[in-house]
């Protein structure tokens, strides 16, 4: 969607298992921000796609608040981690997310809305018409233009400061798609059948294709998660500038790209996306394996996926 199109009035955030950042956690009403432009953000913390694209909202709301916009970060969970309103408090807190956020723990404002996207945002006018709508990573520029739009015609006499001009991240082209530490959602598996939901010890192939992910080493497979056991490992061959992965429990995580260690990762707190590689350039296919933390913490999956596309409910999530 490229313009500002009439969408019909704008369902109600409704379902809300707790608010941060209001006071007193006090709900935000749609009805109550009449004559506000609004921007519903729907997102999740542990995805990168999301983690991506929250410095471009961060910027609108410190741009424009004064001029008259509001926003509601709506925190749709994916993984049962997602669901604690610690972890969400603790992470917002991290990212230095100060508007409201809803924890849409049961998808009640999620399904109003028929998303099915992270991130996804959605813009209602002053009379509480939604007028646009993006999916995915992207289209900053757009998105803030049809946002002064909006704010000129709540009160043609504002003053609008000048744009935020936020850079687009540089994505990588044919990068590594995104997988699932789940064993019925994992992608691009290679090696050893997985034995559900109990401990195996797995062997590394020999070779690994391009995008293949494989596992060496003592692993429970669940279906939310993989937990670790003695000398895991996973190895991915990927395609990209950065590799992640969600990782929670505590203990260090060994990075080897090609044979070479190249970075230690220590884990603890809350469950959270972490970063294994961030190179300047993409290269060439690579192998990106290492022991998982020594205690035992449970990698989930991370986030990223193929040019800046949006994550979807039905697919979702590993490295690249």
Known sequence: MDELRSCG???????????????GGQPVTLKSLHGKVVLIDFWTYSCINCQRSLPHVKAWERAYKDSGLRII????????????????????????????VALDNKLTTWNNYRN?????????????????????????????????????????????PPP??????????DRTPETYLSNLRIRNYVGE????????????????????????GTWTAGYEHFTAGPDA?????????????VLAGTGTVKVS???????????????TLYNLVDTPTPGAPGSNSGPAPESGPTPSPSDSKPGGAPRDIESATSGA
Do not use: C
């Open 9 to 23: 009035p704008a369902p109600a955030v409704a379902g809300i298992s707790k608010w941060l950042n209001t006071p």
């Open 73 to 100: 970060g709506v925190h749709a969970p994916e993984f049962a981690f997602e669901k604690d309103a610690a972890n969400v408090a603790d992470q917002t807190r991290k990212m230095g997310i100060t508007y409201p």
């Open 116 to 160: 099915r996207f992270w991130p996804a945002k959605y813009l209602i006018d002053a009379r509480g018409t939604v007028r646009y709508f993006a999916f995915g990573e992207g289209r900053y520029d757009q998105t803030e233009s049809l946002i002064r739009r909006l704010l000129k015609q709540a009160d043609p006499a504002v003053q609008l």
């Open 164 to 173: 935020t001009h936020q850079n687009d991240d540089a994505l990588t082209r």
């Open 193 to 216: 059948p997985l034995a559900d939901d109990k401990a195996k010890t797995y062997q590394l192939p020999g070779t690994i294709p391009a995008d293949g992910i494989a596992l060496g």
């Open 233 to 245: 490992r996973i190895a991915l061959n990927y395609r990209a500038r950065k590799a992640n992965i």
């Open 257 to 271: 790209v090609d044979g070479k260690t190249v970075k230690t990762v220590e884990v603890t707190g809350t469950p």
